[in-house]
């Protein structure tokens, strides 16, 4: 048996260890791919640049589950490390039951990390409640967008925590979607959509989104037409954000996304190298096979 006719014999065990450690090798050496700054990404970016500081706040929306945190939690960590060094409020929420939790965690962590890093910098720290604010859970995902058009307070009377909102300094004078710069959803879905049928459509908010990679084809239409000011694609969309952050905040935390884009870059290529050389075998093998006869 010849090289060609070993390789198209070749076990799955094998092809899956390979993937491994393209997987596993970039994870404890330092490769940095050079980032692009796609348009989409830059909308996003620019719209939260351009929010006043210490004004009215942005909202952003969780709207995910466990199962795709892995592309689109760095997309939150990045937005609201921006959100915190430039002094812009942002109140956090979700459509999603099992995304709440994630809203939550994610956010404490990254006011925590900020605020350590604030301290020992002796710059300004991030409050609860005055620079932003976790809203609870309300079941109805349309009736929500709704009813938030008509009074953000009478939508969510309570914070997660159980603060009545009317006391929440980060929501003084935040009435509906017209107190609100930009609406942003992070989603493994089509709940984007939804917000511009419902937000955007009817009360003319500005909507950006956060997608899966492989999600991210149903919503470019959306982007050129206007209807989102900004997208992040997936976990290269996350890590263009993380970039532009890095480059013009003096922030501290792990990158995720840009650690996360060297396994990913590896492994992607070695797939296209045995896609590309198992057809190659394929045909070589055939020709042997067939001047066998």
Known sequence: MNFWEKLSNLGKKWIYLMIAICVIVPLFFKFEFKMGKSPSTM?????IESIAPDSFPFLMSYDYDPSTQGELSPMAIAILRHAFA??????LMSLLPQGIGLAEGVTSRVAKEF???AIKEGKDTVVYGTDYVVLPFTPGASAVMLSIGESLKNTFVTDYYGN????????????NYNQ????????????????????????NEKIACGVTAVSAADFYPYLRTGQFVGMLTGLRGAAEYENLVRENYNVEGRDIAIIGMSPQSFAHLFIIFMIILGNISYFIVKKQKARSL
Do not use: F, Q
């Open 43 to 47: 909308g996003l970016y620019n719209k």
């Open 115 to 117: 605020n350590e890093y």
């Open 164 to 175: 009545l909102t009317d006391t929440l300094e980060c929501m003084k004078n935040v009435y």
């Open 86 to 91: 430039s002094h812009k409020r942002v109140m």
């Open 180 to 203: 609100i710069p930009v609406t942003i959803s992070l989603a493994g879905s089509s709940v984007p959509k939804s917000w511009i049928i419902y937000a955007y459509t009817r009360y």
